[in-house]
């Protein structure tokens, strides 16, 4: 086998080269670095990391014996143990084998994750017998079966349905090995070849290096093909898991080819809606298990783990053989060999904790924007915010501000839980909304006093704006806390307002309108844009962002609304009716919150500014807080960093955006309009 050498791996501590040059040509902004039949090696400093607290990983994994492969940019930086030796990774099949449920996805053999899993196999969940009445039985579907919420006992062979689907979380073998089914009755392939000829071949992995039992619960073959587990039967080396990590790593993508769809890749590395929460069986096995929990792959997004990244997430086997993929700092860690220290009474996380954060903390060099959830833009540099002092701040006591540039050369806004621009309106409104005039400077405000578009109410109890757009002389407002959110429109520049009859119900807590210079007119197609976080709540934050378009003239439909599932091979977007197949727009789990989405005409960039949801003051972002601007040159990206802060220099409020009517000719000078200090405040903004 053609592989790291098998040496300990300690010669790239002792050897202090510190080759920074070399630095720059591995930075996720750089070519990709991709294996061949053996990995590039680095120092730990020429990856930008600490060798020590590499070291107090390693030795806290060889606590467990084993080997191990930590690898940066693509290139390795520490190795231990026997590179070539194989190890049985338990649990970690599942998500080295979910990756075959990508594949039937990718080629169509299952139209949905959302389909019923007894469409592809009818003889589904049977044995045990005692199953066939159930009625739960009809209403599993793979989603269910790959998410650990199918109601399935935890043995890998016959196991009973104990609640019904989608209700709890209940860690099973039966559950997945179901679906192993599924997708080989799918193909009529043993899965075994069939990875082998898609997936596990094209990265580099060779026969000696992987094997996968037959299986040891059921008769071992099904329809005169060889049966499979997804439960467990994986057995590799760490060379083999680290490829793998690093397909995952690279959204699915091995060279020149995509293997896997990224959107895949997406859902698997996030926890789904409607999952976080549920009622977790044996949480003092499994903790709160749904709250960090994928398609089959563990994950940090509820920020369990306190010092390590959210968008971190792992293969996890008994043994504590892992596969850990940490996206925002480019990194890809295999580790097999015997179980790590367990303490009694400790947290779920509690024994592979250790060796996760020892790796996360040895990073340095953390690119130019730290914790961001993307690379930094090569378009847009950095922005240089005017003076605190020059904030211009007006409307005191009102918040949330979606704003849009209509017809008439006017802006129009909204406000919440507040009293509007002096004179201030007569009692505090739920939702309220205003006309700006002038510039960002020396602009005025007016209130527009509505009976059918007001609304009372405090808080969560009351309908708030979160998006404005003006398309061919008509105002579209989103409101949120409307259970999900709903759509109105006015013909009068905001004084009379018609509501839809329809709502958003599932996911789209906090919607906005993608923003298209004066009256939509450098919109680049016909379609209306609506972002949001994939929650029912404007106060819950997500795990990732999600897209619908409509065409601009039935904005009113809600059957005309597409979801974007995501991209295909070649970077097109993908689009689906089922809202239950929507993929991604943009991922930072725990992170996904309120956001103002405008298309900066002269960068030709769209600006995507979102707020973080954390503050250290009990008042929320509006007076302490970060945020992130994004940009990216197609409405579904790919997204770039322009600019990120935890911690902004004043209050950057719920909501932000760049109103395109206050954007220079060549796009390089902007004013963020945010709620900070429950004002309407605006902020000169020059992008480099």
């Known amino acids: 086998m053609a592989r790291i050498g098998s040496r300990a791996g300690l010669s790239a501590f002792v050897v202090l080269v510190a080759l920074w040059g070399l630095l720059a040509s591995q930075g996720r902004g750089s070519e990709t670095i991709w294996p061949g039949d053996q990995w590039e090696e680095a120092t730990p400093q020429e990856a930008g990391m600490d060798s020590a607290s590499l070291l107090r990983a390693r030795d806290y994994a060889l606590t467990g014996e084993g080997s191990g492969i930590v690898a940066r940019h693509g290139r390795v930086v520490l190795q231990w143990g026997d590179p070539s030796r194989t190890y049985d990774l338990k649990s970690s099949t599942k998500a080295i084998g979910v990756t075959a449920v990508a594949l039937a996805l990718l080629d169509g053999k299952f139209r949905s994750l959302h389909d019923p899993a007894s469409r592809y196999h009818p003889e589904f969940s049977t044995p045990p017998r005692t199953n066939e009445p159930n009625t739960w039985l009809g209403k599993i579907s793979l989603f269910h079966l790959a998410t650990q919420t199918a109601g399935f006992d935890k043995p890998g062979g016959s196991a009973e349905l104990l609640f019904e689907p989608g209700e709890k979380w209940s860690y099973s073998d039966s559950g997945p090995n179901w679906l192993a089914e599924c997708v080989t ?227 129009y806004t909204a406000y919440g839980d507040g009293w509007g621009f002096e004179p201030k309106v007569d009692r505090k409104l739920s939702l309220g909304l205003a006309r700006i005039g002038g510039g960002p400077q020396d602009f005025t405000g007016v209130n527009i006093r509505s009976e059918t578009g007001e609304r009372l109410g405090e808080g969560k109890a009351g309908l708030k704006a979160s998006g404005m757009l003006c398309v061919d002389g008509t105002l579209y407002m989103l409101a949120r806390n409307a259970g999900n959110s709903q759509i109105a429109w006015s013909k009068d520049h905001g004084r009379t307002w018609t509501w839809c009859d329809w709502k958003f119900e599932t996911s789209f807590g906090a919607p906005t309108f993608m923003n298209y210079g004066r009256d939509y007119a450098e919109a680049r197609d016909d379609y209306i844009y609506i972002y949001s976080n994939d929650s029912d709540s404007a106060y819950v934050p997500a795990d990732r962002m999600v897209l619908a378009r409509v065409p601009r003239d039935r904005i009113r439909d809600r059957q005309a609304y597409g979801f974007f599932k995501g991209l295909d091979g070649q970077g097109s977007p993908l689009w689906t009716s089922d809202i239950r197949d929507r993929g991604a727009v943009f991922v930072n789990p725990g992170r996904c919150y309120r956001s103002g989405v405008s298309y900066n005409a002269g960068l030709k960039r769209y600006l995507w500014c979102q707020i973080l949801p954390e503050s250290k003051d009990e008042r929320g972002p509006r007076y302490q807080g970060g945020f992130g601007v994004y940009e990216a040159p197609e409405p579904w990206g790919p997204w770039r960093t322009a600019f990120y802060t935890e911690t902004w220099d004043i209050g950057p409020g719920e909501t932000a955006s760049f109103p395109t009517k206050w954007m220079s000719e060549d796009g390089r000078t902007c004013h963020l309009v945010f709620s900070g200090d429950d004002c309407f405040s605006v902020r000169k903004a020059t992008l480099r």
């Open 185 to 411: 009755l799918a193909y009529g392939r043993d899965l075994l070849e069939l990875m082998f000829a898609r997936v596990f071949s094209p990265i580099g992995i060779g026969r000696d290096d992987l094997t996968w039992r037959e299986n040891s619960y059921r008769p071992r073959e099904i329809s005169g093909v060889a049966r499979r587990e997804l439960g467990s039967g994986i057995s590799a080396n760490v060379d083999a898991m680290a490829r793998i990590g690093y397909l995952y790593l690279r959204s699915g993508r091995w060279g020149d080819s995509q293997l896997l769809p990224a959107w895949f890749v997406d859902a698997a590395r996030t926890t789904p809606y409607g999952v976080r929460g549920l009622h977790v069986l044996k949480p003092q096995e499994y903790g709160n298990a749904s709250d960090h929990y994928g398609l089959l792959w563990w994950n940090n997004s509820d920020g369990a783990m306190k010092n390590v990244h959210r968008d971190a997430y792992w293969s996890w086997g008994l043994y504590d053989s892992l596969i850990i993929v940490i996206p925002s700092l480019d990194i890809v860690v295999a580790r097999a060999g015997k179980s790590f220290p367990r303490v009694q009474g400790a947290s779920h996380y509690a024994s592979i904790e250790p060796f996760i954060e020892s790796i996360v903390m040895s990073v340095r060099d953390r690119g130019r924007w730290p914790g961001a959830p993307y690379p930094a833009s090569e378009v847009i540099h950095g922005i240089d915010w005017a003076s605190a002092d020059g904030v211009v701040r007006k409307a005191e006591g009102s918040d949330n501000w979606p704003i849009t540039w209509a017809d008439d050369d006017n802006l």
